[in-house]
């Protein structure tokens, strides 16, 4: 704690602590609370009077309900699960694969390998997404879920791969040969032996790549056409957004429900998740 | 026969079929166990990035395969003022952004590294705005800086700061100066936790003696801490700067490029080209322009990782 008198502690601790926080959390309080207020409340100009932003007495459900029942809300929460969950499965098998392949057997090319890997970590959507959408309508995939099932693997194995590398590795050796002279197989070897140490390592790597996957929104955007195909992002942004108008209120309640899915699953992970992010760091 | 495999390969003794002992190689493992990503790798990458090329020296549209044009596409976005504001755009977004997120973060790191009541929560709370889908956090911004509706012009105003209404998104600086805004907000928390990973790293012992030696807190941290944190400084520095290099979401929500195309970056302004209006080659051209700079960072990256590792 910082030494000396109790002030010094407010204005070098709680005092900038509290401003981080109000700056962080802000936006979601916004969110919240544009959620649930009437429309009366919502569109009144900063500058009127009586303009009380913070609360209201008079919380409504109608946005809920106009995004559960005027928009495809609940088709796009689904797709967003079933292209999230399907893409980290594909994502995880195939980097505790490699991620094994690479950190504990010896074969030529494993360096190089492993840098190659690690470079696509660092290649954008964003520089891809033109002639993808073409390779996507080539193979037939445009407006499938499969379109981007089949494309976020490109940005989540590699970083799967990396963490997976970090956890086999710390895995000794002699655990392994152990199992080897008890006559296993290097393969049975793997899943009976090494995989199951790094579980932790498998779990924060899932959710990283799931929360990664639910945030994408340049793939979604241009590969998907149909409002009923859409995942969550880019269906609020699509269809609550006619021409110049903004359907605040229901907007931001598709913001609340989108994020709650995500906020969720890493709450209960919230340890491995910092410690994939780190471990990812530490490089 | 699968129920046969299932019982006598538990460590047991008949000899493996022919399959295993293909896989008791550690090569053919290996390339086994290698093959999906590197399928999905080649297929979803690799290939799109040589078709890219293919496509900026064409002049594809939408529905049109085109003809070989050689570089005029690099060389029409190379006189296109559209194009050199959006470099301009993406040098400065990129810059400003990660001096801020980078001095807040280390800020916000240090005051997360002391022991205080509820700081487990308090870390957790500090991530949302990296967890929450950018796009959708960025509606919320979005509606907090609406021009008639603003919660922010309000709360300045009662603040004293300002005397009448800002138009935030409809001004073209203060546009620029929005969406950076957002994505300080958006990268503080992982700048943050991950120097605290960092920070977590150094022993106390450390600075307790720098202290026992007169080091006053400023030259604890510039002496003692610092030159410790850097490796990790480096490498959320260098990813962070790929990231917000090729930002599109942010940009996208806020001002999809506007006012007057004021506000575009690479990314935005190849959508924009590429997919709004069907220019196919010229959109593959503009995102392509991206492709040395960010290069040339994965280079010093792996370069500074290599080094790191050596010693």
Redesign the interface.
Known sequence: ??EGALWRKWVF?YF??TL??I???F??Y??II?SFRPDGE??????SIN?N?FWTWKPTLEHVHYLLEETLFGAWLWNTTFIALASTL?SI???V??G???SR????F?GS?G?G????Y??????????????IRNYKLGDTPWSLI??Y??FL??FC?WLMMGYFKAVPKELEEC?RI???????AMIHIIIPVAIPGILSAGIFAF?LS??E??YAL?FLSSPAQKT??VG??SELIRGDV?F?GP??A??LL??IP??VA??FF?EH??SG??GS??? | MAITTVATTAFGDPPPPRRQRIFEDERWLAFALLVPTMVLLGLFIAYPFVRGILLSVTDSRVGVPGDFVGLANFYKIWNDSIFRTAVYNTFLYTAVTTVFKLALGLWLAMLLNRNFRGKAMTRAFILLPFIIPTVLSTFAWKWMFDPTFSVLNWCLYHLGLITGRINWLGDPDLAMISIIIVNIWRGVPFFAISLLAGLQTISPELNEAAAIDGAKPLQRFWYVTWPLLLPVTMVVVLFSVIQTFADFQIVYVMTGGGPANATHLFATYAYQIGIGTGLLSEGAAISLAMFPILFLVVIIQLLYIRRVEVR
Request: aromatic share 20%.
């Open positions: 704690m910082i601790f900038p602590l981080f926080l700056f962080l959390l936006p979601f916004w969110m544009t919502l569109y009144r100009p900063w500058n303009y932003p594909i098998t195939c980097g694969f490699a094994y392949a690479l057997l010896n074969f030529p494993a390998l840098t890997i690690f470079i696509t660092l290649v954008p959507q964003t520089l891809l997404f033109i002639p993808l959408a073409e390779i089949l494309t693997p490109t194995i590699p791969t199992a008890d006559g296993a197989s290097r393969w049975q929360t639910w945030n929104f340049i241009v969550v992002p609020v942004t903004f605040w907007l931001m598709g913001a989108g994020s995500v906020a890493y709450s919230v998740y910092v992010l780190t760091v530490k490089g």
